[in-house]
């Protein structure tokens, strides 16, 4: 069974556990292994990341939620979680439910470029992802057609 890594600011939920218990059933349904980042027992920043970057490495492929998290962005440490993947060769279906280019919905209070390279998120990520307009299901449903 290959192992998903589910990477998204989820983990910041008030439900975070019961979210992570319902996107690793999602996983199971489509034959898949769910990874979760609050699957580690462990305190301390360092912790958490030899944790969670130990997980990446043991999945087979990556789901990232990249849906807008604290402001326009996705959550930072998805965004490193996706590079960190993309960087081992893995799989990363990343997913959010915006569908417009950035430039049509980002506007930069302080006067900055917003990309426009016709991507709803950051170069970075949709070059290093695939990207599905969706939910985790939909993210999911792609990545059996891969498997």
């Known amino acids: 069974m290959k192992k998903v890594y589910l990477a998204g600011w989820d983990v910041f939920k008030p439900d975070a ?8 059933e999602l996983c199971a349904k489509y034959g898949f292994e769910g990874l979760y980042p609050l699957d580690n027992e462990c305190d301390g920043a360092k912790e958490i990341y030899e944790g969670n970057t130990a997980l990446i490495r043991e999945a087979d492929c990556v789901i990232a939620n990249v849906n807008a998290f604290r ?5 930072s440490g998805t965004a490193f979680e996706i590079g960190y993947a993309a960087a081992l060769g893995k799989t990363v279906i990343a997913y959010l439910s915006e569908k417009r ?3 049509e919905w980002v506007k930069d209070e302080n006067g900055f470029t917003v990309e426009d390279f016709g991507y709803p998120v950051n170069l970075m990520i949709a070059e290093g992802a695939e990207i599905v307009i969706g939910t985790a299901e939909d993210a999911l449903k792609k990545l059996k057609e891969k498997f």
Not at 17 to 24: A, C, D, V
Not at 71 to 75: A, N, R
Request: net charge neutral; with cysteine.
């Open 17 to 24: 556990i019961q979210e992570g218990r319902r996107l690793k």
């Open 101 to 103: 280019p950035m430039i």
């Open 71 to 75: 402001g326009c962005e996705p959550d």
